[in-house]
């Protein structure tokens, strides 16, 4: 569904991404894992078209979409939830979803974004009762589920997920990845997610790829990266070295 | 007390008119981060534009003033295609507002160029008594100019809370990454922003000009004045403007009565360097949003 070829980013001279491959098979999960400044954010970002890559391919569904605008992405059906989740605070919950279905909305197709919005309603309804407040008066947990719910609002095929449990305590970031399972088989979606906690990412995931400085390290089966020495020294806070065998 | 009420009255007259500006400068402000100082050229545009459809070439009200909008809105459309939209990129906020300034001069330029050095007026847009009220004489001019400021603010709330578009242009001023991946075109929106306060602009020159005459270089102190509206409500809060620029028309016609005319165009700037020294998020505004602006 997604194949990436050889991207190189430049941030003016900054090389930042180095032929960067990879793919995503329809109804995958797949998650990049990496510490900070490894080039996640601008990976997610190049696809999306927010950013201008120096060379390579980007595919979707087998069509070019490098060189093309935000806005034609997201209407070709890739979405994405951004780091830090950049939430409307200012707008009402409501108003944070509508601005969702942008890209397709017109008065003739009012009635679809309704049905949507109360699709999101029925698996979301925390942002139900809370459809008229202000989304900065939401907790973490529930604005992450808003730029979730925004996100899916576009109808997308394809949801980009930049560090979804950033800043999010280890119960809310649980509830969150079991949403992301659950949305993710009732919009049959496809997925990449983008994570610095590896764990619990790689647990939901079907692959993984590791990237580090711009570069894609390691890749293969969610299971073997999480059984990989290397990345459970680096990524998964376990030192098997170190650990006394009893 | 009927004094009072008078002054009053002529300060909400050309507060009208500040508000309007101040809009503008918030709009612009908001999705872009520039103040636009040609702001107060859309005031004159529509006054004489008007003067021009609607006395020179004798067209009827209705159609001298949709083509005097008209004409307003395509000057905002042509400013923001041929200086902002190649310079935005850049991201160089103070070279695009010096921009504005030159647009300014240019503006003027034009308007002195046709319309000369004299003052413009033309007749009321209703004929009639005017009203007493409590003792003070109201224009019905003056009503007009009020109650058009009042059906534009009401239209631009409808536009920013019930439409599409101006809930986009609001997403755009909260955060440019969000609303790109929401699919929204920033570049139209800020052409909108553009399109739209020059409009709101040339409607207070229109309403306006009866009263208090038009001539072409009246744009900078209308700039200064609306700015002075828009910073007092806290730059970029829609409804600050509108109180900043009420208060600010009352607060100048009662220094012109009660001390000295002279002094009334000094109120502005007094205001305006007091809330740089102390209120820098302005005196209605609320200083957290201020502290998440770009500067
Ligand atoms: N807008 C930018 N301009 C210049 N350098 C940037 C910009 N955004 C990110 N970078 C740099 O690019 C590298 C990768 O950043 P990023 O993609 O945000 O990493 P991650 O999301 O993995 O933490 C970092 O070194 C960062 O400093
Ligand atoms: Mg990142």
Redesign the interface.
Same mark, same amino acid.
């Given at each position: 569904m997604l194949v990436i070829r050889n991207l190189d980013v430049y941030y003016d001279k900054l090389y930042t991404l180095k032929k960067v491959s990879l793919h995503v098979k329809q109804g995958e999960i797949v998650t990049l894992i990496g510490s900070n400044g490894a080039g996640k954010t601008t990976l997610l970002n190049a696809i999306?078209g927010?950013i201008r890559p120096a060379g390579g391919s980007i595919l979707f569904n087998d069509e070019e979409i490098l060189g093309k605008?935000?806005?034609s992405i997201?209407?070709m059906g890739i979405?994405?939830v951004?780091e830090g989740r950049?939430?409307?605070?200012?707008?009402t919950v409501e108003?944070n979803l509508?601005?969702?279905a942008?890209?397709y909305?017109s008065i003739k197709r009012k009635r679809e974004v309704k049905e949507e919005m109360e699709k999101i309603y029925k698996l979301l309804p925390v942002l139900k009762h809370r459809k008229k407040q202000l989304a900065g008066t939401l907790s973490g947990g529930e604005q992450q589920m808003l730029a979730i719910g925004?996100?899916l609002m576009?109808k997308p095929k394809l949801l980009l997920l930049d560090e979804p449990s950033m800043g999010l305590a280890p119960t809310v970031i649980h509830e969150i990845f079991k949403y992301i399972v659950e949305l993710k088989n009732l919009f049959r979606l496809t997925v990449l997610l983008v994570e610095q906690n590896a764990r619990s990412a790689l647990k939901i995931s079907n692959r993984g790829y590791v990237i580090e400085t711009g570069r894609i390290i390691n890749e293969g089966s969610a299971e073997d990266l999480l059984l990989n020495r290397d990345i459970q020294r680096a990524y998964l806070g376990r030192d098997l070295d170190s650990e006394v065998k009893i | 007390m009927t004094l009072l009420l008078q002054f009053i009255f002529s300060g909400l007259t050309t507060g009208s008119v500040y508000a309007l500006v101040g809009i503008g400068f918030n709009i612009v402000y908001n999705s872009t981060s520039i103040i636009n100082l040609a702001q107060g050229e859309f005031v004159v545009i529509g006054g004489l534009m008007m003067w021009f459809f609607f006395v020179g070439l004798k067209l009827p009200f209705l159609v001298s003033f949709t083509l005097t909008l008209a004409v307003a809105g395509l000057v905002g459309f042509l400013m923001e295609r041929l200086t902002i939209r190649p310079l935005i990129k850049k991201g160089d906020l103070l070279l695009m507002i010096m921009v504005t300034i030159a647009v300014s001069i240019l503006i003027r330029g034009l308007l002195m160029f046709k319309f000369g050095k004299d003052p413009y007026t033309y007749p009321p847009f209703t004929v009639g008594e005017p009203i007493v009220f409590l003792g003070a004489v109201i224009s019905q001019q003056t009503l007009w100019v009020i109650g058009i400021t009042c059906i534009c603010i009401a239209i631009l709330y409808l536009f920013f809370n019930k439409t599409?578009t101006g809930?986009?242009m $609001? *997403?755009c001023s !909260?955060?440019i $990454? *969000?609303?790109? !991946?929401?699919?929204?075109?920033v570049s139209q929106i800020v052409m909108l922003s553009f399109i739209i306060s020059a409009v709101i602009g040339a409607v207070g020159g229109i309403a306006i000009t009866p009263i208090s005459l038009m001539e072409y270089d009246k744009g900078a102190m209308l700039s200064v004045k609306g700015f002075c509206a828009a910073i007092m409500g806290g730059l970029g809060r829609g409804r600050g403007a509108v109180v900043g620029g009420f208060t600010l028309g009352i607060l100048e016609s009662l220094t012109a009565g009660y001390i000295h005319s002279g002094l009334k165009d000094a109120v502005a700037l007094f205001i305006m360097l007091f809330i740089l020294f102390l209120r820098p998020a302005g005196i209605f505004g609320r200083s957290e949003i201020m502290r998440l602006r770009k500067f």
């Open positions: 999306s927010l605008t935000p806005e997201v209407k979405s994405q951004p950049l939430i409307f605070k200012t707008l108003e509508l601005l969702g942008y890209s909305y925004r996100a576009a | 599409m809930r986009a $609001k *997403a !909260l955060d $990454k *969000a609303a790109r !991946l929401m699919g929204i075109n």
